[in-house]
């Protein structure tokens, strides 16, 4: 955030993208910082993993549920749907275009076409900032 206050319209700009992606719209916001929390993991930043992560116990999600947010495919700490959102996530933080139809219909079985543009969206945020 202090790079980009040198360019003060960037810096209006995102803080108002930012607020809009976390703040709003219907996913529930634990879910969407545990989609931050795991992008920034895959992309090793190590800051915002530890801020999401204290932001999404701030938001009713366990520490044990954060902890086995990388093993959620085997753990019954994850209903479906958050499955579906984390395997988009885990895909796309690597390699974007990892992300392939099937991972996109199995998250349309879960959310309606707003909420996916949620996941996208947090997913897009978060990896402009570990970068």
């Not at 879910?31 to 701030?58: D, E, P, W």
């Not at 086995?68 to 885990?90: H, I």
């Not at 998250?107 to 570990?130: C, G, M, R, T, Y």
């Amino acid at each position: 955030m202090m790079t980009m206050a040198h360019w003060p319209e960037l810096t209006q700009a995102f803080v108002g993208l930012g607020a809009t992606i976390l703040h709003s719209g219907e996913l529930d916001p634990g879910l969407k910082q545990m989609i931050a929390f795991a992008v920034s993991n895959a992309a090793g930043c190590r800051y915002c993993q530890a801020h999401t992560a204290q932001t999404a116990q701030h938001h009713n999600v366990s520490v044990e549920k954060i902890q086995a947010v990388f093993e959620c495919e085997s753990s019954d700490l994850f209903p479906d749907q958050e499955k579906a959102a984390l395997r988009v996530e885990v895909h796309a933080g690597m390699v974007p275009n990892a992300v392939g139809t099937e991972h996109m219909s199995e998250l349309s079985e879960h959310f309606s076409d707003k909420q996916a543009i949620e996941v996208v969206a947090v997913i897009s945020l978060f990896s402009f900032l570990n970068r």
